[in-house]
């Protein structure tokens, strides 16, 4: 959570006796200060610096500060920043009208330190309060799209990418990849060490696939690289230089072996269930006969 030093605001008036006394009252807590005089100060401040918190005067030339709150909070980038408005006005119209264009509180001129920090800082413990709960939000969204092992996407993201291209009606090509005889490397190289050989694995995927892939760890040793509709020959090619990538690599090169099945969509309408079942049957049917890859198109 931010501190007082940590914290920037605005204070917006004509008068610079008044931008003076608030600058001297702000700075004894620790905030960052800036000001304008203007409308036209006012946005060059937001566009160029991130601001916390605006003290903003009714009464300026040209634009008001109504105007200017209005403004503001119609502005995708800066409708979030609370405005508290300055006034020399006291009548029940001016106050109402500042509420009504998005100001969040006000206070009379004169006025006086002690009212002015309880009032700033009831706001900015407000700000800090909801950039709190985005930052947590914004974790909580990254794990649900993360594999936390290997950093790869999740199963549930690729999924909802593959609904994605369904929805839309577009082909697309489905790489799912399974490390062979995991047991094997398990028992030969413990808990951490199998962990170490499919984190490597999930790096030469992404070094070796093309940009636009989308990869993910579905389950256990099961990878899946989700592509648009490329020729199949692209596709094939793509298969032998991931295959080739993985027999070079000097740490997992003589360890893992993998069973890749290639999926188009072009021919079916297949449920993601149904892909996925296909898919496993595919895995199943390379176990059998001992291949590396097989085509479902």
């Given at each position: ?12 008036d004509d008068?610079p006796f008044n931008?003076?006394l608030?600058e ?5 807590e620790g905030?960052?200060?800036s000001?304008?005089?203007?409308a ?7 566009a160029?610096?991130k601001?916390d918190?605006?003290?903003?005067d009714?009464n300026?030339p ?7 709150c ?7 980038k ?8 300055l006034?020399?006005?006291t009548d ?5 009208r500042?509420?009504?264009?998005g100001?969040?509180?006000y206070l009379s001129k ?5 009212e ?5 800082k009831?706001q900015?413990?407000?700000v800090?309060y909801?950039?709190?709960i985005?930052?947590k939000?914004?974790?909580?969204a ?9 950093k ?9 990418q593959?609904k994605l291209y369904q929805?839309?009606?577009?082909a697309?090509?489905?790489i799912?990849?399974k490390v062979?005889r995991f ?8 808990y951490?060490?199998a962990n ?6 999930a790096?030469?995927l992404?070094?070796?696939s093309?940009k636009s892939?989308h990869?993910?760890r579905l389950?256990?040793?099961s ?11 692209q596709?094939?090619?793509l298969y ?25 969509s072009r021919?079916?309408n297949?449920?993601i ?5 296909k ?7 390379l ?5 590396q890859?097989?085509f479902?198109?």
């Amino acid at each position: 959570m931010k501190t007082n030093n940590n914290f920037h605001v605005l204070v917006v008036d004509d008068e610079p006796f008044n931008i003076e006394l608030a600058e001297a009252y702000l700075l004894e807590e620790g905030y960052q200060i800036s000001f304008a005089k203007n409308a036209q100060e006012t946005f060059q401040r937001v566009a160029k610096e991130k601001i916390d918190l605006i003290l903003l005067d009714i009464n300026m030339p040209g634009k008001d500060g109504f105007e200017v709150c209005k403004m503001l909070k119609e502005d995708s980038k800066t409708k979030d920043i609370p405005v508290i408005f300055l006034t020399a006005q006291t009548d029940i119209k001016y106050i109402s009208r500042a509420f009504e264009v998005g100001g969040v509180d006000y206070l009379s001129k004169p006025f006086f330190g002690v009212e002015l920090k309880a009032r700033v800082k009831t706001q900015l413990q407000k700000v800090a309060y909801l950039d709190e709960i985005k930052h947590k939000q914004s974790k909580l969204a990254q794990i649900s799209v993360t594999d936390p092992l290997t950093k790869l996407y999740s199963a549930l993201y690729f999924d909802s990418q593959i609904k994605l291209y369904q929805n839309r009606g577009e082909a697309f090509w489905l790489i799912s990849l399974k490390v062979e005889r995991f047991e094997k490397i398990n028992q030969l190289y413990g808990y951490y060490g199998a962990n170490k050989i499919i984190r490597k694995l999930a790096k030469v995927l992404e070094a070796n696939s093309f940009k636009s892939a989308h990869i993910a760890r579905l389950f256990g040793v099961s990878f899946g690289i989700l592509l648009k509709d490329y020729e199949t020959d692209q596709i094939k090619k793509l298969y032998h230089v991931l295959s080739t990538a993985i027999k070079k690599d000097k740490e997992i090169g003589s360890v893992v072996s993998v069973a890749t099945v290639l999926y188009s969509s072009r021919s079916f309408n297949d449920s993601i269930p149904t892909i996925y079942k296909k898919i496993q049957a595919g895995m199943q049917e390379l176990e059998s006969s001992n291949s590396q890859f097989l085509f479902i198109q």
